[in-house]
């Protein structure tokens, strides 16, 4: 592999900038290619980041043979261009979520085999995220008890009613099991009231070691709201809090009246971009691509939030609490 690697991008909208930003800027990177299905947006997108532009996926590969290729397209278009791209053998990192049916997740990681395929969960590699993970780690909270986690914005509509749940909740299942554990069974309300799709949902959720979870996400919200996500885990000998993913982190212990607080400071404000999150994670990707290891974040785990969001829907049709087979070759 080159000392330099070779990255097209496939996608030319709002998120796929971020891919374009990063990949241009490295210094062990070159972004050689943006492919589109609009020609004006995808001409614009590669001149201002240094690349050819293609919309036609099948030619950029002939000409450009990249050693990575990203997805960021929109949100339920992503099957058949991510099988197209698995077959081609060339390392992947897709955006969330995988896709919407499990039978093409299916699909996808049978194809891929043992390739390297990361998915971006990006707020995995936030600060405040980082930190309490190394807290649990630790045993600085004790044993977990319960975890909440709440997102809630505006809308972004789509075909599917389940777009909330699927498309920006997985972020929730896949938080609560890096830093609680699996999720053993899921029990959910949903409401369609404002628009007809199920936008706004509340879940609760066992653990297998025990601990118990709730989750609240809404598309009848915004992002202005201060708390418009918040992650609390608390355990016998303390609480975490994780506001707004990039924002800060509290941290409690039992009988302590003082709390412990991390925020960014004057040379680290960089920590509270979120955006940031994702140049984060592309280090831990090119690491790991590098040294022919598993992808930090495998397409696994997208398939494992989309199980869970499908456990979730299941449990709002028929009224009953499900429980989640818990797959071995699915990384926690």
């Known amino acids: 592999m080159s000392e330099r690697l070779r990255v097209a991008v496939v996608g030319a909208g709002g998120w796929g900038e971020q891919h374009a930003r990063i990949f241009s800027r490295r210094e062990d990177t070159e972004l050689c290619a943006v492919v589109g299905r609009t020609p004006d947006r995808t001409q614009k997108r590669a001149e201002r980041y240094g690349a050819t532009p293609y919309t036609d996926l099948a030619l950029m590969l002939q000409r450009e043979h990249p050693d990575l290729i990203t997805v960021c397209l929109p949100n339920e278009d992503h099957f058949d261009v991510t099988l197209q791209l698995v077959r081609t053998g060339v390392p992947l990192l897709v955006e969330k979520p995988l896709v919407f049916d499990l039978t093409e997740a299916?699909?996808?990681?049978?194809?891929?085999?043992?390739?390297?395929?990361?998915?971006?969960?990006?707020?995995?590699?936030a600060e405040p995220v980082q930190r309490a993970k190394a807290l649990i780690d630790a045993g600085e909270i004790g044993e977990p008890v319960f975890a909440t986690w709440r997102f809630g914005g505006e809308a972004n509509h789509g075909n599917s009613p389940h777009a909330n749940l699927i498309e920006t909740q997985c972020h929730g299942f896949d938080?609560?099991?890096?830093?609680?554990?699996?999720i053993a069974n899921v029990s959910a309300h949903m409401t369609d009231k404002t628009y007809g799709d199920f936008s706004t949902l509340a879940l609760a959720l066992d653990f297998e070691n025990r601990a118990v979870g709730t989750m609240l996400g809404s598309y009848d919200s915004s992002y202005a709201y201060p708390d418009s996500q918040r992650v609390e885990i608390n355990g016998t000998e303390g609480r975490l809090v994780i506001h707004d993913t990039v924002r800060a982190l509290t941290f409690s212990r039992v009988g302590d009246d003082v709390e412990r607080r991390w925020h960014s400071g004057y040379f680290d404000d960089e920590a509270r971009y979120f955006s940031g999150t994702f140049d984060r994670h592309v280090d831990a990707i090119l690491d790991a691509l590098r040294a022919g290891t598993k992808a930090p974040v495998h397409a696994e785990a997208g398939r494992r939030a989309l199980q869970l969001a499908h456990a979730a829907i299941q449990s709002h049709e028929t009224g009953r609490r499900i429980a989640v087979v818990s797959a071995a070759s699915t990384p926690a």
């Open 106 to 125: 299916d699909t996808l990681l049978a194809e891929a085999g043992d390739q390297f395929f990361a998915i971006n969960f990006n707020h995995r590699y």
């Open 175 to 182: 938080m609560l099991e890096h830093l609680v554990g699996r």
